[in-house]
């Protein structure tokens, strides 16, 4: 008896593919909720939005307003053209008032009172509103008193009235357009004319319709498309995976004589048809409602939509992105192990889908090479431009490149997941690794507490005054964060003392001198290297100075304080929660490499800004390098310190340091403080229990 | 005159399902079950085992024929039937985030248990079931023997004067089904009825005082395990089955399959 | 042995929804879904948006754009409006108003704009071939510019031409048109001043709008186009989960048939999940405000360090808000547990509840169409009457009347949507089902006779 011939690796995965479709196209129901009703729902959606918005237009043109007046004092030729004016924009009906008396009051006292003071003494308040009465919104116009010929206008209002809000708009604009009229009117009259009337720029966008529409179209695309082909196929990964996986069914394939690539391959080849079926079968509802007038596409300028057909090919740019998101999805639920596990991950996937992709609403943004490597940003790009008539030869070849690889790296993952035993141990099989793993989660998880209060409160606590603010949120927040993650440790770490766990301890006397003398190397580092390499890469726009008021504050401080401010504070603090409670429960429970570079991100993002997240993350490795090499936390508090003075002071021009040669003599300093550390102490020969 | 602890009437069960048409789960049952004594329910499945056990718990209600649990009446005061009954089967779980002793308390208190008391009742049967070494555990990560003993004892925690078991031994290990056979047994000592329902013929053997033979929704006979021998003449329990079962008219409702359209444990 | 005492199904209710609660919270899943999610979406949303806005802008500032120069009839550097005043404003290249403040040694070069004069006369349909391909016919270009150009400025009459579908050229289109109107403003004040006038003199006309309402109430007033959609969709995003863990989660785990054996009336049981519901739903909901106001307020003051938008939120609004989010929240709850109960698992769950949260949605957006106001008619109709009402509270309006004819509709609509998913639990098709009832047999189902209690 012959044995059966081995079947090819292909021909398998079209196996698998085929039944993993036949699968999905019996589960009616959830075919229906996921590929079907976005078609209908989409749509409905964007219609009732076009219908919503413009019934609230025509409900507010129709409005009848009234707009009580007193113009007594205009020229008038003016006031005729004011009345016009303000009968000619809808159904007004014009009031005019009588005693002159109370509203002459009502401007002194409004001009009395600045525009930043606090609100108006009750009692006045409820005059002005009865001043108002029945009309929605009180007109007055007098003379200007210092400038012959010109005028002032007041409208007041009341903006808690749609129609008060609204006739308030409407005369503005009638008497805006009577300015601009006797602006230019003035300009005429000076001698020699308006010097500037040759300068009056008329703006022609030559491009042409189907540029525009295809621009358009290409600003709309690239995310309804993410979210058709997430919604479809989502509904397939989750059940090729997760679902399986509950259903008890993966175990089984996984035995089969199968690679587990190809089971990767044939799932994911599932998958992506299942998307991409979802996003053909709504782009033609979508385009059927268009092409009937039912919906108006938001981002389209008019209409209409004149694109030649031959542009439609500039789609296929946008297939990278498929493959790749339906990649992701498979990744994220082959890592699951339940249905419910699968849906929560399918909201990091859409976000880091999505947020690249919202680059192409800027139209001041194109393709560029770099760009086009973003994942999710570069065929976005592409597509859009493509639509509307640009190629670019060498962002494609780079898109279709970069995004090749990040989908095979992905595939790659993914078929590392599909391990057989991994699926089947899915707890942790020893109460060590358990425990360990509890440690560094606990640590993680207020790493990133911390993060999250210094941002929401602590940004509060500097605006509402930047001395104590800074104070409060590092003595304050970070000391309290820093106690409550000792109080809250997992059992297992609870054997060490709180001093050995913050690593409290008091190091070597060479180890301190080695650090110190690493400090101007690494000013010296930062200062004169990386921040103008940054500011080359990554600019920082004009408006982001800093505050003019803030650097007022800190020049006024007296330099003792502005070092305890801004140097020393930061560095107990900062070291004490970071390098000490967080570093310490991240390295009981993870490899001394991944504890750093966890502390290190999590110090970099408590900064809040992408432009200090490398040096502050940087920093962050060696300070925490430094505390695991010393096992103690003092000398990161010393270079911390140390670092921050220099720099603050460097920087508010309070010491010269060209003349002490420092920036060309201070970095050799660093070869001894190396040496320095890396001697072997006798201490450190001792075995250390944590 | 104490009111039976389980009579029905009658009782008739009929579902719709959309392909086969009306099913009729229950024939005209008619069972008394005297107080203090083992009744077993034997027959295949899909016999209308679990449907009448069901019926009887009010989880489900009868098309027609009237059900009595310790003289109240099925349709008339659920909540009273519920309150006298401990109701166990394969498809009772128990809420995996809570904890045993959790779950004996919430149990407790929505029978209404008063607070000291219920402690007390808690602290015996986590003894009497050796559930003390797990009991603060969450119940998902409990095994399948452990779970069946928490499960017996929360249907037991309010004492009631009814037990119902359906297919109790399912799914258990030698050890942990050889620990049912026995509690079962207590209950009896305790003067509890018990009815359960089995396929296990050996178990029927063992601990019933009497066993009701059913099948296709109709109880076939009903008697101790002598007179069920008698009956049929025949020796072991499988051939008085099949004798009974030849005995109902083969003819009636050939070719329909009377599987019961809700899924069982 | 004491006597059980028989609860009031009341009591009963409330001891449901606290193991219910109790079991959700000691879920990783909901405990995420409920609190951790809240509270971080906001903030790393508008961080991430704030942080990329800085970084384009900064990208842009040094993104060099070219805008070429042509005139009719003469080479460009001739033509009488090539003035070195034109040429200066042009090539000026710090932006306008803001006086380099940086410290550093050399100015940096924000928004640079090259010139290049075309050096033979160009019509123009000319110039715009130009601006399209780059060479315009057989032209030679001024040999310090090789490139094409991103806009041209043609002269006589004044025109500015660019693609709005390329990003350079909208980039030099802005940068020329504000040197442009910079240079036109400072010709004006030295006239001006040359004739004698005051620069003022040159605005005769001036209006300003002042608003008598109370300070901040213009705050309320944004708010209130905002957040009662903002509102509805949080609520129903915050009972989606926990609705279908509920019931279907509760079918998949097995543990419904126990749950049926409970000495409780089927409502009570309903009701304490549906009050589970509503609590977890209430608490993400209040949980995504509070980041959302914190993190707003960030937002705004890394965007517009200046702008005073100050909010004063009526009292009224606190009061009010408080009894009408827990009606509506009750509502949600009460209708998403009924549909979610007609699922086998939680996948069904889903895929079921996705089409309902879009039923909530719509109703919603009427509610912010300007112009309809709270009054009897609308307090009665659902979802568009809580919307209504949330804006008449922020914006101060005592409307005593309809409030609480629009919290009684709504616990009136609760009550409807809890008898409805009593009677659907009651049937055992739903309670028991292997499978999720398809929703073609909902009515057969409703009209169905038997029930259990």
């Not at chain 1, 060590?432 to 560094?440: D, I, P």
């Not at chain 1, 006397?509 to 400090?519: F, M």
């Not at chain 3, 009963?12 to 609190?35: C, H, N, P, Q």
């Amino acid at each position: 008896m012959t044995a059966p011939s081995l079947p090819s690796p292909r021909h398998q995965a079209r196996v698998l593919w085929r039944c993993e479709i036949r699968q999905l196209l019996r589960d009616r129901r959830a075919l229906f909720a996921g590929v079907l009703l976005p078609a209908l729902l989409y749509p409905l959606l964007f219609w009732s939005q076009g219908k919503v918005e413009s019934v609230a237009e025509g409900i507010m043109a129709e409005r009848e307003l009234t707009v009580a007046m007193n113009l007594d004092d205009l020229d008038a030729q003016l006031e005729a053209d004011l009345r016009a004016g303000l009968l000619e924009s809808g159904e007004v009906t014009l009031v005019d008032l009588e005693s002159a008396a109370d509203t002459s009051s009502l401007w002194e006292k409004e001009e009395a009172q600045s525009t930043d003071s606090d609100s108006p003494a009750p009692a006045l308040r409820s005059t002005r509103l009865d001043l108002l009465g029945e009309a929605d919104a009180l007109l007055v116009g007098r003379s200007s008193p210092d400038q012959p010929d010109a005028y002032q206008f007041r409208v007041f209002f009341d903006v808690q009235r749609d129609d008060s809000r609204e006739a308030s708009s409407r005369a503005r604009k009638v008497v805006g357009a009577l300015a601009t009229k006797w602006r230019n009117a003035r300009l005429e009259s000076l001698p020699g004319g308006d010097p500037a009337a040759h300068l009056s720029v008329e703006s022609t966008d030559i491009a042409s319709p189907e540029d525009k529409s295809g621009a358009g179209l290409g600003r709309l695309l690239p995310i309804f498309s993410l979210l058709m082909l997430l919604s479809g196929g989502a509904f397939a990964a989750l059940g090729a995976f997760a679902g399986e996986r509950e259903g008890k069914t993966l175990e089984t394939l996984l035995v089969q004589p199968v690679p587990s690539w190809v089971v990767a391959m044939g799932k994911y080849g599932a998958v992506l048809c299942a998307g991409m079926a979802t996003l053909a079968i709504n782009l033609v509802s979508l385009g059927l409602c268009t092409s009937q007038g039912l919906v108006d596409l938001p981002g389209l300028s008019d209409g209409s939509l004149t694109l030649p057909p031959a542009r439609l090919l500039a789609a296929l740019l946008y297939l990278p992105a498929c493959a790749l998101i339906a990649a992701l999805l498979c990744l994220f639920c082959g890592k699951a192990r339940s249905y419910r596990e699968g849906q929560f991950t399918l909201i990091p996937v859409m976000l880091m889908a999505v947020l690249p992709s919202l680059l192409v609403l800027r139209p001041d943004l194109e393709a560029t090479p770099l760009l086009s490597v973003v994942p999710f940003a570069g065929p976005a790009l592409l597509l859009r431009d493509g639509l509307a008539g640009q190629f670019f030869l060498l962002p494609t070849l780079l898109m279709l490149a970069s995004h090749g690889l990040w989908t095979w790296l992905v595939l790659r993952r993914l078929t590392g997941v599909l391990d057989a035993e991994r699926i089947l141990s899915s707890k942790d099989v020893s109460a060590e690794a358990g425990q360990r793993s509890l440690s560094a989660g606990h640590g993680k998880a207020w790493a990133f507490v911390g993060v999250l209060a210094l941002y929401l409160v602590g940004s509060r606590l500097q605006q509402w005054s930047f001395t104590w603010g800074l104070g409060l949120s590092l003595w304050g927040l970070l000391g309290i964060l820093t106690l409550l993650l000792l109080r809250t440790r997992p059992a297992p770490t609870r054997d060490v003392s709180r001093t050995q766990f913050l690593s409290l301890r008091w190091p070597e006397g060479t180890q301190l001198l080695g650090a110190t003398l690493l400090i101007p190397a690494l000013v010296v580092l930062m200062v004169k290297v990386y921040l103008p390499f940054q500011s080359q890469v990554l600019p920082l726009p004009q408006s982001a100075t800093v505050d003019a008021g803030l650097l007022a504050t800190l020049e006024a401080l007296h330099p003792a304080l502005l070092v305890f401010l801004m140097a020393i504070s930061p560095a107990i603090c900062e070291e004490l929660f970071f390098r000490g409670a967080v570093l310490g429960s991240l390295r009981r429970g993870l490899s001394p490499m991944r504890a750093l570079l966890w502390q290190a991100l999590f110090f970099g993002a408590a900064h809040a800004s992408l432009y200090r997240i490398v040096p502050t993350a940087s920093l962050g490795l060696l300070l925490g390098a430094l505390t695991l090499r010393t096992r103690s936390l003092l000398p990161a508090i010393l270079v911390h310190a140390g670092y921050n003075t220099v720099v603050v002071l460097n920087s508010m021009d309070r010491i010269a340091l060209e003349g002490v040669a420092f920036w060309s003599y201070g970095p050799w300093l660093a070869l001894p403080g190396v040496l320095l550390l890396a001697r072997r102490t006798p201490q450190a020969s001792q075995a250390e229990d944590n | 005159m104490l009111p039976l602890p389980i009579r029905t009437k009658d009782l008739c069960k009929t579902f719709e399902d959309p392909k086969r048409g009306s099913v009729h789960a229950v024939r005209d049952l008619n069972l008394e079950c005297r107080p203090g004594e083992i009744f077993g329910l034997l027959g295949p499945n899909g016999a209308g085992k679990t449907t009448t056990l069901r019926m009887l718990s009010t989880i489900l209600a009868p098309t027609s024929g009237e059900a009595e649990l310790a003289g109240i009446r099925v349709g008339d005061d659920p909540l009273g039937v519920r309150r006298c009954l401990g109701f166990l089967s394969g498809s009772t779980g128990l809420y995996p985030r809570l904890t045993a002793r959790e779950i004996l308390e919430y149990f407790g208190r929505l029978h209404g248990l008063q607070e000291d008391f219920l402690q007390e009742r808690v602290e015996t049967l986590l003894d009497t079931f050796t559930i003390r070494p797990f009991a603060d555990g969450r119940c998902e990560s409990l095994s399948t023997g452990q779970r069946q003993r928490v499960s017996i004892a929360r249907a037991v925690l309010h004492d009631p004067e009814v037990l119902i078991l359906d297919e109790p031994t399912t799914g258990l290990d030698i050890l942990a089904a050889s620990d049912m056979i026995q509690f079962i047994q207590s209950r009896k000592e305790a003067g509890t009825c018990v009815l359960f329902s089995t396929h296990i013929l050996s178990e029927a053997e063992r601990l019933c005082d009497r066993i009701g033979v059913i099948d296709r929704g109709r109880l076939l006979a009903v008697g101790s395990l002598d007179e069920l021998r008698a009956q049929t003449g025949k020796e072991w329990l499988e051939d008085v089955f099949r004798a009974l079962v030849e005995q109902a008219d083969p003819s009636e409702d050939a070719g329909e399959q009377d599987q019961e359209p809700l899924a069982t444990a | 042995m004491s006597t059980p005492q028989h609860l009031s199904p009341l009591l009963g209710a409330w001891m449901v929804t606290k193991k219910e609660l109790t079991e959700s919270l000691r879920d990783r899943a909901t405990v995420i879904y409920a609190f951790v999610l809240p509270i971080c979406m906001y903030p790393v949303m508008f961080w991430v948006m704030l942080q990329g806005a800085l970084v384009l802008q900064g990208q842009n500032e040094k993104t060099e754009v070219t805008l070429g120069i042509a005139a009719a009839g003469v080479p460009a550097l001739e033509h009488t409006l090539a003035t070195e005043a034109l040429t200066v404003a042009l090539a000026d290249s710090l932006p306008e108003g803001s006086e380099s403040a940086a410290s550093d040694a050399e100015p940096t070069q924000a928004n640079p704009l090259q010139l290049a004069w075309a050096t033979k006369p160009l019509d123009l349909a000319q110039a715009e071939d130009w601006l399209l391909t780059g060479n315009p016919g057989d032209s030679e270009i001024d040999a310090g510019v090789a490139a094409a150009p991103d806009a041209v400025l043609f002269l006589e009459p004044l025109t500015l031409l660019h693609t709005s579908t390329k990003s350079a050229s909208n980039l030099a289109r802005e940068r020329a048109r504000a040197r442009i109107q910079k240079h036109a403003t400072s010709l004006r004040l030295q006239a001006a001043r040359a004739a004698g006038l005051d620069p003022a003199d040159l605005e005769p006309i001036k209006i300003v709008a002042v608003d008598l309402a109370e300070r901040g109430a213009k705050g309320a007033v944004v708010l209130a186009s905002l957040l009662p959609l903002m509102l509805v969709v949080m609520a129903v995003l915050g009972s989606f989960f926990p609705a279908v863990d509920l019931t279907a989660g509760e079918k998949e785990r097995g543990t419904s048939e126990t749950t049926l054996l409970l000495p409780l009336p089927r409502s009570s049981i309903i009701t304490g999940k549906i009050l589970a519901v509503g609590t977890l739903s209430m608490t993400a909901t209040a949980l995504s405000l509070f980041a959302l106001g914190l993190s707003a307020e960030n937002l705004l003051a890394g965007v517009a360090s200046k702008v005073d938008v100050k909010v004063a939120i009526p009292t009224i609004a606190l009061f009010g808000a408080i009894p009408l989010s827990l009606f509506f929240s009750l509502f949600v709850s009460a209708v998403l547990t009924a549909c979610a109960s007609l699922a086998a698992t939680f996948k069904e769950g889903q895929a079921l509840l996705g089409p309902v949260q879009m039923v909530f949605m719509l109703p919603a957006m009427i509610g912010i169409i300007p112009g309809i106001q709270l009054n009897y008619t609308w307090a009665l109709v659902p979802i568009v009457n809580v919307v209504l009402a949330f804006r008449a509270l922020l914006m101060g309006q005592t409307l005593i009347g309809p409030y609480c004819v629009t919290a009684v509709a709504l616990c009136f609509y609760a009550w409807l949507a809890l008898r409805l998913a009593l009677h659907l639990l009651s049937r055992e098709s739903v309670q028991l089902a292997g499978k999720t009832l398809p929703l073609a047999r909902l009515f057969k189902t409703l009209r169905s006779t038997s029930s259990t209690r």
